[in-house]
């Protein structure tokens, strides 16, 4: 079996795709990693699709003149609108995204009903709804904005009523008869998980989280490609991010679930 | 009296400046004005003062070029932080900051006690208390980030049950003793008005707003300049925005109080 030892390139709006990050070491702890956040324009969630497009592929492109082997969109909004310019212009390297991974983890747990929840430009997008019904239009899929989710959990108030004031707000439509899978369509929403649990005691609802999928999805299409890392040990990881704000080492420890021991700011190309 | 026709120019990150609009209006119904809301990278209270003197040098460069008499900078986390940065940059333009109105209302209450609540990168700056003890060391200034009350504003929840937790998060140590004046030292925080007088009713806290203090202090500067249009009825108005997401024109109604009647998307030059 061949061996390719490029790193696998990861970007996000910001550091929610941290969480990525971190279940992808924990499945593939050779893989080489480069990681890019687009802290000074995040978050791309609200903004219009031309302008999302237009950073993905500045991101796309930083990350492709490091010479990586492929690129992971750990985005959600960027997942769900920019992948078809994505591929248009860096035909030569490997894209996957976090929401075919969602979709495939969803069909996979042959539901009949999906709530998906995302972004305020993820939800409008419909991508979810038409990729799952693409695969199976039989599928009840119910999509819901939840634009607050974002910053309770940036201001890591995961656990405070306000948590809970804001699911009862946008998933109380839910309540009565929960659908069987509530997917995650966001890297930040794993961090509310408990709320969300808690929310639908006792219901036979399950959560399927896009960033743990995107993972699983990843390490299989690596293998599938043959495109593995050799088994060297713990591969390197580097952290790029277009700005540092004073929060930016308390967010990164939250969504990593550790320190970052290391991270440079850059400027991407925005021409 | 010599008149100047030329209009004013005023920025903000993204539309929660049209509060200010709003209020020049009423003031000063003649004069011309030029918006601009950096709505692509909106928002800039919890980016690096770095970037956000960078933002706001393209921001006044993009008023200089339309010819504007002045510049307002109706964003309190660009004139927190990067007003010394746009004197030195724009030597011939009268460039005045909704921070220095804020801090001058204040000062005119004769308060011995003033709360500041704005975003994380306003507060951090300590710009606010600076500038009041810079005039008056004796006044008791406790600064507050809230940084989810934005979001809140943004997402119309401002009589929902939501921005009751919200203030009484952020505002409960304020609760028992509170202070004489609380400014509000983020455009967006007026539209909050009602659910922070509920929460300290009873109490003598008095609310100072930036955005009104901000027309206000304009009105009187250029009437000391003699810079005033001459009287023509309406002046016109013209908006301009870096990105045109799908929530624009709700988000613009909001803060304006009325509908838009057109705005132009703008690339600015972010070499």
Chains 1, 2 share one sequence.
Request: hydrophobic residues 40%; proline residues 5%.
């Amino acid at each position: 079996m061949k061996n390719d030892n490029r790193p696998i390139g990861i970007f996000d709006s910001g550091l929610g795709g941290l969480t990525v990050v971190a279940s992808l070491k924990n499945l593939m702890p050779s893989e080489d990693i480069i990681y890019l956040g687009d802290t000074a324009r995040v978050p791309y969630g609200d903004k219009s699709p031309e302008n999302i497009c237009r950073f993905a592929v500045q991101d796309a492109a930083f990350l492709a003149r490091k010479g990586v082997k492929m690129i992971i969109v750990a985005c959600n909004t960027v997942s769900s609108i920019a992948m078809d310019k994505l591929g248009e212009k860096f035909k030569d390297i490997h894209i996957v995204g976090v929401l075919e991974a969602g979709v495939r983890a969803c069909l996979a747990e042959k539901a009949s009903s999906i709530a998906v929840i995302g972004t305020n430009a993820t939800v409008k997008s419909d991508a979810y709804r038409r990729n799952i019904h693409a695969v199976n239009p039989a599928v009840k899929v119910t999509s819901i904005p939840c634009p607050l989710f974002v910053p309770i959990v940036e201001e890591g108030l995961v656990q405070h009523p306000i948590s809970d004031a804001a699911v009862e707000l946008y998933l109380s439509p839910l309540k009565k008869n929960p659908p069987e899978i509530l997917l995650l369509a966001c890297t930040h929403y794993p961090l509310l998980q408990e709320a969300l649990r808690k929310y639908f005691e006792g219901s036979r609802l399950k959560i399927v989280d896009s960033a743990t999928a995107c993972a699983k999805f990843a390490e299989e299409f690596i293998r599938e490609k043959g495109i593995s890392a050799s088994e060297h040990g713990n591969g390197s990881e580097r952290y790029f991010v277009t700005d540092m704000p004073a929060s930016f080492l308390r967010q990164a420890k939250r969504f990593l679930g550790r320190e970052l021991d290391s991270f440079e700011k850059v400027s991407l190309d925005t021409n």
